[in-house]
């Protein structure tokens, strides 16, 4: 009964955040003792957001937190991000004690440091989209493999699509263009 009541009080504190593409939920609460069950607690949590990551704060003494971290997300590895806690454990699951050395640490900036470690963790994934050349450049059938060296070599890329009439017949790259010259 009291895991329950618990288990309600963080899902009220919970906030989410999406981070280089990973759904994190933070929740914070405070507590008179340890909550020994909080690792299980995280787990229920975690399936009930359906999130790729969950931390949980407690504070459970003045000066004292327990923290609680789960993953299921390999770009999330909680155990490297516990470690800037003086925490740890594995991939999926870790924790750690944070002592507040200072009178103005609280819940709150734990939080923010925490998110501060998360971004640095989790840089957005990069996409073809992201990188590629636009518009495309091709090359006609027809033209020299001098003629694609040379469009290569003004544009800066790797390779040209070969085109006839508007139709991709295939693909030039400056290998294929080195292979060619040395014949």
């Known amino acids: 009964e009291e895991d329950l009541f618990i288990l309600s009080e963080l899902l009220k504190s919970i906030k989410l955040y999406s981070i280089g593409g990973v759904d994190i939920g933070i929740a914070l609460y405070k507590y008179t003792k340890y909550i020994e069950e909080l690792g299980s607690l995280a787990n229920k949590l975690i ?31 909680v155990n490297k991000v516990m470690k800037h806690f003086d925490g740890g454990g594995h991939r999926t699951a870790a924790s750690a004690f944070v002592k507040f050395v200072k009178f103005e640490e609280n819940m709150e900036s734990l939080r923010e440091r925490l998110l501060k470690i998360l971004e640095k963790h989790l840089k957005p994934r990069l996409f073809a989209s992201d990188i590629m050349s636009c518009p495309v450049k091709t090359i006609g059938v027809n033209q020299t493999v001098a003629d694609a060296r040379d469009m290569m070599d003004s544009y800066g890329i790797g390779g040209l699509p070969v085109l006839e009439k508007g139709k991709t017949l295939g693909m030039i790259t400056r290998i294929d263009a080195r292979k060619a010259e040395t014949r």
């Not at 009930?48 to 590895?77: E, H, M, W, Y």
Request: hydrophobic fraction near 40%; aromatic fraction near 6%; glycine fraction near 4%.
């Open 47 to 77: 399936d009930i957001l359906d999130a790729d990551g969950l931390f949980v704060i407690a504070k459970i003494v003045d000066s004292k937190c327990q923290f609680t971290a789960r993953s299921r997300n390999p770009r999330l590895d």
